[in-house]
């Protein structure tokens, strides 16, 4: 997620007393996973060779991508119909 789609995704859902603690989970969880990926990719680019290795983390941004437009069209979908059964009754 785009860091201006994931604060406004937070900032519409996340009540403002929780706000900071989600935040600052989101990023501890990205830094911490940025670190598995460079050491991932540090380890099998010697086996695999670099061109390999950049496929697949091309293949995974693009996966990456297709599951989010599907959850959040989803998501965004389940919200529509929440906000016009609520404004109906």
Do not use: K, W
């Amino acid at each position: 997620m785009t860091f201006p789609t994931m604060f406004g995704v937070i900032q519409v859902r996340v009540p403002d007393a929780y706000r900071g603690r989600v935040v600052g989970a989101m990023f501890t969880t990205s830094s911490v996973l940025a670190l598995v990926g460079l050491a991932i990719a540090g380890t099998l680019t010697v086996p695999l060779g670099t061109f390999t290795i950049l496929n697949v983390q091309g293949l995974a941004y693009v996966l990456a991508g297709a599951a989010m437009l599907v959850l959040l069209t989803r998501a965004m979908a389940r919200d529509h119909v929440t906000e016009r059964a609520a404004a109906s009754g």
